[in-house]
């Protein structure tokens, strides 16, 4: 697999704040792709190499309720688990970051 560039894809991000800085409205859209559109929370997460740490930016809105938050977050382990799983080729504890979001999810009460 070459190194080489083959495509560019610009994945823009716009937030619309009040005059206390807090987004009242989010929207993403890609370049490349009809995807995109208004969205109530986000969780940008990025690897810095040079610092060997994680840089994020975690934005919601004011009508985002708390029982849409455990359920975007539920959604979320489940996703970083597969992802995990993908990325690491270990399953064993991806099952363990699905285990804890089923946790979660029995905790918070979203799936009953």
């Not at 799983?85 to 009953?112: C, L, N, W, Y």
């Amino acid at each position: 697999m070459s190194d080489e560039i083959k495509k560019k894809s610009k994945i823009t991000v716009q937030v619309g704040l009040d005059e206390n800085h807090v987004p009242i409205k989010m929207k993403w859209h890609a370049d490349d792709s009809d995807d995109g559109g208004d969205v109530k929370a986000m969780m940008l997460t990025m690897w810095d190499e040079k610092e060997d740490n994680t840089i994020r930016i975690d934005l919601w809105n004011k009508e985002m309720n708390i029982f849409d938050m455990q359920r975007f977050f539920h959604q979320s382990f489940l996703t970083m688990a597969d992802t995990y799983s993908r990325a690491t080729g270990q399953d064993d504890i991806a099952k363990e970051i699905k285990t804890f979001a089923a946790k979660f999810a029995e905790m918070t009460k979203i799936m009953s």
